[in-house]
């Protein structure tokens, strides 16, 4: 199993990034796929799940409004859409891969190497 994310970087507060994980090594069609982030000293932090077989997602409310997780089960993706971002917002932000259910729990299988996002004031 593999995850790659990619699009984070700079950004300025209530400005928008996209950020992808890519994904091989799994049937992708029935799996798990959730976004975390992680702010040094601060334990891990469960965004958004997205069940790739049916597509329900689930969210944590720090991040519901806000944030939309979509997948591309051709290109075998799940894309983080992160709008009206906060200075708060800032970590390293990883997703992460299980076969289901969907959860915001720690427990998965398989990590990406994470991106630093950072929101500026």
């Known amino acids: 199993v593999q995850l790659v994310e990619s699009g984070g970087g700079f950004v300025q507060a209530g400005g928008s990034l996209r950020l992808s994980c890519a994904t091989s090594?799994?049937?992708?069609?029935?799996?798990?796929i959730t976004w975390f982030r992680q702010v040094p000293g601060k334990e891990r932090e469960g965004l958004g799940c997205i069940s790739t077989r049916d597509r329900k997602t689930y969210y944590a409310d720090s991040v519901k409004g806000r944030f939309t997780i979509a997948s591309d089960n051709a290109k075998k993706t799940v894309d983080l859409q992160m709008n009206n971002l906060k200075v708060g917002d800032t970590a390293v932000y990883y997703c992460a891969a299980r076969y289901s259910p969907c959860g915001l729990d720690l427990w998965y299988d398989d990590w990406g190497q994470g991106i630093q996002v950072t929101v500026s004031s």
């Open positions: 090594g799994f049937t992708f069609d029935d799996y798990a």
